[in-house]
């Protein structure tokens, strides 16, 4: 994920492939293609722009880029940014690099940036709280504009100082700062993780939440507690965690211990909490899911890498990052798209199974 941080499009390379000789591209023009694909020069500019859709058919937009392939066409990008007033770059703040989700959703950022002939420059923002210090001396005179996932609206501060224009991933859709927002639907993945438990029998249920102020987590947290309301004889309890093995750990450890029946199930707000809950339930000497069962949220490689396999809500992180980007070109051509919410999928494994017949005698492990 790091190889990538700060990586700016490389505009001596030919937006639809191939490796034609500097020289010889330099004589091949945007008339030169649009006699070899049959279409008029205003139709290679639009394909060559990534403007093409609703102007031009997907087929002449084929036939463009199959003639600009084969003849070798460059077209001078640099010389269009100048016209245009563009850098064709665009700034993805992101939490933190050491999570396997934003790393996916910079991957669909840049493929859709690809087709743009833009580029994309991966900057971290400390937890996504903040604040965002503006990556360069200043921001707006070398980006076109931000794409900001799962921050904080506070952590903005400075890049919103830049009059840049922002589109915001995992965010309050009420937050008429940004151009536009995009959305995971966060609270569907929590109504069906506690829905997958009440299913099996859970009525003791604690819910490992994360411990950091942002509207992606307050959103499940209300998404489980009005989910389990619902739900007669539930007996819904929270328990703070920072996003970390071992915080999980602890927190997993404080809730099978505390005074009063112990819950049968622990809903966590992410698969490395749950990770850290599941050795706490090992270290009590508890089986999972016999005695316990535990959930995730986002499907990382880690939930198939612990034994067993991790019950959690899989967030399609790659489409996440290729419908911010496509927001954000439609924000710089002028429009106000509506906010697109992405659908998630629960994903049921080997850690969740009904509660144990005895759990209303079960106060604590060995009581």
């Known amino acids: 994920m790091t190889s990538h941080e700060a990586t700016p499009p490389d505009l001596s390379q030919p937006p639809f492939g191939g490796t034609p000789d500097p020289a010889a591209a330099a004589r091949i023009t945007s008339r030169d293609v649009a006699q070899a694909a049959g279409v008029s020069q205003a139709a290679v500019s639009l394909v060559v722009g990534g403007k093409w859709r609703g102007r031009v058919s997907p087929a002449k937009a084929e036939a463009v880029r199959t003639a600009a392939r084969e003849l070798g066409y460059r077209p001078n990008l640099a010389a269009r940014s ?87 991933l995992d965010s ?13 639907d966060i609270a569907d993945g929590a109504r069906q993780l506690a829905a997958h438990l009440t299913a099996l029998g859970h009525r003791r249920i604690t819910h490992l939440a994360a411990d950091v102020d942002s509207w992606t987590f307050a959103l499940r947290a209300r998404a489980v507690a009005n989910a389990l309301a619902d739900v007669p004889g539930t007996l819904l309890r929270r328990q703070p965690a920072a996003l970390a093995v071992d915080a999980g750990l602890h927190a997993a450890h404080a809730a099978l211990t505390a005074p009063g029946p112990r819950p049968t199930a622990l809903l966590c707000d992410d698969d490395i909490i749950a990770a850290g809950a599941c050795k706490a339930v090992r270290r009590l000497g508890l089986r999972i899911p016999e005695d316990i069962s535990v959930t995730g949220f986002d499907d990382l490689a880690l939930a198939v890498a612990v034994e067993p396999e991790l019950t959690t809500v899989r967030l399609p992180a790659e489409e996440f990052g290729e419908a911010g980007m496509r927001a954000l070109m439609a924000v710089l051509d002028g429009d106000r798209p509506a906010p697109p919410t992405l659908p998630v999928e629960l994903i049921a494994r080997g850690s969740t199974a009904p509660p144990p017949a005895h759990a209303h005698n079960s106060a604590r492990p060995g009581g």
């Open 82 to 168: 100048l016209r245009m007033g563009r850098t064709r770059t665009a700034l993805l703040v992101v939490p933190a690099l050491t999570t396997e989700f934003f790393a996916r959703v910079y991957t669909g950022a840049a493929r859709a940036a690809a087709d743009h002939g833009f580029g994309v420059v991966l900057y971290p923002s400390p937890e996504g709280l903040g604040p965002a210090r503006d990556p360069f001396d200043s921001a707006a005179a070398a980006l076109d504009g931000v794409i900001a996932s799962s921050m904080a609206a506070e952590a903005l501060t400075a890049l919103r100082d830049a009059g840049l224009p922002l589109v915001m």
């Open 172 to 184: 309050d859709p009420g937050d008429d700062r940004a151009g536009a927002t995009v959305n995971l």
